[in-house]
T-cell receptor
Framework: KAGVTQTPRYLIKTRGQQVTLSCSPI?????VSWYQQTPGQGLQFLFE???????NKGNFPGRFSGRQFSNSRSEMNVSTLELGDSALYLC???????????????FGEGSWLTVV | LAKTTQPVSMDSYEGQEVNITCSHN???????ITWYQQFPSQGPRFIIQ???TKVTNEVASLFIPADRKSSTLSLPRVSLSDTAVYYC?????????FGGGTRVLVKP
């Protein structure tokens, strides 16, 4: 069974540009969540989608947005990139509605974004 | 809101048992704790998950005391390949809170 797949794995963008990252969850999983990982801030929750609806959102500015499609695939978008947005962006999926009730979250390998 | 803390780092030797504790507060009786292992340039990999007492699988054990103010990941007989960063994740209500990660170095 394939794991969580994220594309692209690496990308470099210029400050002020926008970027879209894609995520394909594990087959059958309906919940997708996104995280930002940086050396200074650790792992931080961005947002979560379940059945195409955003269920929860972390403390990030409105430049960070996402969506989920009917096939459970998800995309996240960051507009007006800043140098501080350089990070590893991780997507994760779970069978049901998140880690509550014991739904295990499985992570992808991440997308490395460098903003120059 | 659960605030989770872990030791920043710990060293061990091959064949030893490694215990990593995650301290958290204000979690309910059915809030789950999950542990992940992360290698450089890779996503976190699931190790074990539970919400009470003790859970064991083929690679680790998870101990959660009755007061639920902490949880301990136990890795029996570590090898060099267990050198990684280990994260605890507390799912409390609608909140997901990660610990800061514990960098484990296994020495020969």
């Amino acid at each position: 069974k394939a794991g969580v797949t994220q594309t692209p794995r690496y990308l470099i963008k210029t400050r002020g540009q926008q970027v879209t990252l894609s995520c394909s969850p594990i087959s059958g999983h309906r919940s997708v969540s996104w995280y930002q990982q940086t050396p200074g801030q650790g792992l931080q929750f961005l947002f979560e989608y379940f059945s195409e609806t955003q269920r929860n959102k972390g403390n990030f500015p409105g430049r960070f947005s996402g969506r989920q499609f009917s096939n459970s695939r998800s995309e996240m978008n960051v507009s007006t990139l800043e140098l501080g947005d350089s990070a590893l962006y991780l997507c994760a999926s779970s069978l049901g509605d998140r880690a509550r009730s014991g739904n295990t979250i499985y992570f992808g390998e991440g997308s490395w974004l460098t903003v120059v | 809101l659960a605030k989770t803390t872990q030791p920043v780092s710990m060293d061990s030797y091959e064949g030893q048992e490694v215990n990593i504790t995650c301290s958290h507060n204000n979690i309910a009786t059915n809030d789950y704790i999950t542990w992940y292992q992360q290698f450089p340039s890779q996503g976190p990999r699931f190790i074990i998950q539970g919400y009470k007492t003790k859970v064991t699988n083929e690679v680790a054990s998870l101990f959660i005391p009755a007061d639920r103010k902490s949880s301990t990941l136990s890795l029996p007989r570590v090898s060099l390949s267990d050198t990684a960063v280990y994260y605890c994740l507390v799912a409390a209500g609608n909140k997901l809170t990660f610990g800061g990660g514990t960098r484990v170095l296994v020495k020969p």
